[in-house]
């Protein structure tokens, strides 16, 4: 660029724009980023002191009695999340999968369409779905009919993101395992998929963060319980919906609790987030 070009009205015009939408990207930037902050410093703020070891190991107590802890609403949602991830985990990665390489036709664009409505369908439908499909029938609120609420929450985000990573797998490594005489099931079973598998990963551990904070469904499901119960056959409580039922108590120390469970939540997505980024990074280096 000579000097008489960088003295033109064009270019100084260009320059200008190109600085202005430059500032309104970053501030757009900086504002997305502002309602993070401030909700993790209210959290921490708020729940931080009420953290300690008597929350985590004991039971709640009597209402109006202060003390007491979550261990049931752990123990609750750790059963829950778990049997969901193995319920929908292999039905949404055998989902992906047939998308990705068998879902070129009109029955794919259909399936395809429909998991993309079941991904925007609200949790709070789903858990009324289960809640007539189970609870009503049995007289029971049921710890299974939260897991399967929770499963059907997972099942469309692994899907859609098993498709896109299995898409993302080079074609000639298809190709060569073809030129070898493998069939396509082999091919896919033992080329395609365990060069997706990082990609996999990383969206079922966002679909887990994701469900792990859900308390709509679980209200219609699970209710929750007092005490500490593993039978899948029974209400069973949960973190989520002990944060909603401390948050709207009457005891201040059930508000205490309830922000001490919120920051339990925050720093439990916090650390799957890293577990992403980690696994994102090898796959990276992995390519490279």
Same mark, same amino acid.
């Given at each position: 660029?000579?000097?008489?070009?960088?003295?033109?009205?064009?270019?100084?015009?260009?320059?200008?724009?190109?600085?202005? *939408?430059?500032?309104i990207m970053g501030f757009a930037a900086? /504002?997305?980023?502002?309602?993070?902050?401030?909700?993790?410093?209210?959290?921490?703020?708020?729940?931080?002191?009420?953290?300690?070891?008597?929350?985590?190991?004991?039971?709640?107590?009597? $209402?109006?009695?202060?003390? +007491?802890?979550?261990?049931?609403?752990?123990?609750?949602? %750790?059963?829950?999340?778990?049997?969901?991830?193995?319920? !929908?985990?292999?039905?949404?990665? +055998?989902?992906?999968?047939? /998308?990705?390489?068998? !879902?070129?036709?009109?029955?794919?664009?259909?399936?395809?369409?429909?998991?993309? @409505?079941?991904?925007?369908?609200?949790?709070?439908?789903?858990?009324?779905?289960?809640y007539a499909l189970i609870v009503l029938?049995?007289?029971? =609120?049921?710890?299974?009919?939260?897991?399967?609420?929770?499963?059907?929450?997972?099942?469309?985000?692994?899907?859609?993101?098993?498709?896109? *990573? @299995?898409?993302? #797998?080079?074609?000639?490594?298809?190709?060569?395992?073809?030129?070898?005489?493998? $069939?396509?099931?082999?091919?896919?079973?033992?080329?395609?998929?365990?060069?997706?598998?990082?990609?996999?990963?990383? !969206?079922? *551990?966002?679909?887990?963060?994701?469900?792990?904070?859900?308390?709509?469904?679980?209200?219609?499901?699970?209710?929750?319980?007092?005490?500490?119960?593993?039978?899948?056959?029974?209400?069973?409580?949960?973190?989520?919906?002990?944060?909603?039922?401390?948050?709207?108590?009457? =005891?201040?120390?059930?508000?205490?609790?309830?922000? %001490?469970?919120?920051?339990?939540?925050?720093?439990?997505?916090?650390? #799957? &987030?890293?577990? #992403?980024?980690?696994?994102?990074? &090898?796959?990276?280096? #992995?390519?490279?």
């Amino acid at each position: 660029m000579n000097f008489v070009e960088a003295r033109s009205p064009l270019f100084r015009r260009r320059q200008m724009t190109n600085n202005v *939408m430059t500032g309104i990207m970053g501030f757009a930037a900086v /504002l997305a980023v502002v309602p993070l902050v401030l909700i993790v410093f209210h959290v921490l703020v708020n729940g931080f002191g009420s953290l300690s070891i008597n929350l985590l190991i004991e039971d709640p107590n009597s $209402p109006g009695r202060p003390g +007491g802890g979550i261990r049931n609403a752990i123990t609750g949602s %750790a059963i829950m999340v778990g049997l969901a991830v193995l319920i !929908g985990a292999p039905i949404a990665i +055998g989902c992906g999968i047939f /998308l990705a390489e068998y !879902g070129q036709n009109r029955l794919g664009t259909i399936l395809r369409f429909l998991v993309d @409505v079941l991904a925007g369908m609200p949790s709070i439908t789903i858990g009324l779905f289960m809640y007539a499909l189970i609870v009503l029938p049995n007289s029971q =609120f049921m710890a299974i009919a939260g897991a399967l609420a929770l499963a059907v929450i997972l099942l469309p985000i692994v899907a859609r993101i098993t498709e896109e *990573m @299995v898409l993302l #797998v080079p074609r000639s490594l298809r190709e060569a395992a073809y030129a070898l005489g493998a $069939p396509r099931w082999r091919t896919v079973m033992t080329i395609v998929l365990p060069t997706a598998l990082p990609g996999i990963v990383t !969206g079922l *551990m966002l679909a887990l963060s994701r469900i792990a904070g859900e308390a709509a469904p679980l209200l219609f499901t699970s209710l929750g319980n007092q005490f500490t119960s593993t039978d899948l056959f029974r209400a069973i409580d949960a973190v989520p919906s002990r944060i909603y039922t401390y948050a709207a108590g009457p =005891f201040d120390y059930w508000h205490e609790q309830a922000w %001490a469970m919120s920051l339990m939540l925050v720093l439990f997505i916090l650390l #799957v &987030s890293i577990v #992403v980024r980690a696994i994102a990074g &090898s796959k990276v280096t #992995v390519r490279q």
